[in-house]
């Protein structure tokens, strides 16, 4: 599996938001695509996922270009997106939307059923019954990454998967992202910060107003105070 976006631009309506973005994703690598808010991370992931028409450049899953595809296509392709929003079914159990998120096998990627899934969420386990409603949003954040992974997908787009969780619900996140990692799976994860990148993340894309300013690894970044100072800080 490999995303490979080169030159990457989108507007919406006269306003460009991003300008010739390019970078790639490899099978089993985690991503981090970090800014500060408004920088461009959601308008990134909705360019990837065929959520903002106007665009331009090329962006290749394995091999096929992506950028004009319409969302569900997309996600056939074998992409599947995490949105900040979550927009999980509320009248629906757990169980009922991990089995609307549920797709076919695919070669070569791993098969996710929801016996796994509750394994890699310990606390969606007691609450497979429980509607989505009647959730905590930590609760639900972690419902909307496994509905995801019910696709069977080779890349994730998780777009602000920390906001406002608490620090032990992100701790668990933390630890499924680098399980689904080790299964292969491709992670591009947009974030302000580098508290999940530090754990999670081989490299990290930083943007700025909509263009590329760094892309390296983590630790490097990490070890940069002027860039995480000039690019990231609040």
């Known amino acids: 599996m490999t995303l490979e976006v080169r030159g990457l631009s989108a507007w919406r309506g006269r306003a460009r938001i991003l300008h010739d973005l390019s970078f790639s994703v490899a099978a089993g690598e985690a991503v981090a695509l970090l800014g500060r808010n408004g920088a461009g991370k959601t308008s990134t992931l909705g360019a990837l996922m065929g959520l903002i028409p106007e665009t331009r450049g ?22 599947g997106y995490v949105p900040e929003d979550r927009r999980i079914f509320t009248d629906l159990t757990v169980n009922e939307n991990l089995a609307v998120g549920r797709r076919p096998p695919r070669p070569g990627v791993p098969v996710w059923t929801i016996e796994r899934l509750v394994t890699l969420f310990p606390s969606l386990a007691g609450l497979r019954d429980r509607r989505g409603g009647q959730m905590s949003g930590g609760e639900q954040q972690m419902l909307t990454i496994a509905r995801t992974l019910m696709g069977n997908p080779s890349l994730v787009l998780l777009d602000d998967p920390s906001e406002g969780l608490a620090p032990r619900v992100v701790d668990h996140m933390i630890q499924a992202l680098r399980s689904m990692k080790t299964e292969g799976v491709g992670l591009l994860l947009s974030d302000q910060s580098l508290t999940v990148a530090r754990h999670v993340c081989d490299r990290a894309i930083v943007i700025e107003k909509g263009r590329l300013v760094h892309d390296g690894s983590v630790a490097a970044l990490d070890a940069d ?6 690019f990231l800080a609040l």
């Open 225 to 230: 105070p002027a860039l995480h100072g000039a």
């Open 58 to 79: 090329d962006a290749r899953f394995n091999g096929v270009p992506i950028l004009g595809l319409p969302s569900h296509r997309i996600a056939r392709l074998g992409v």
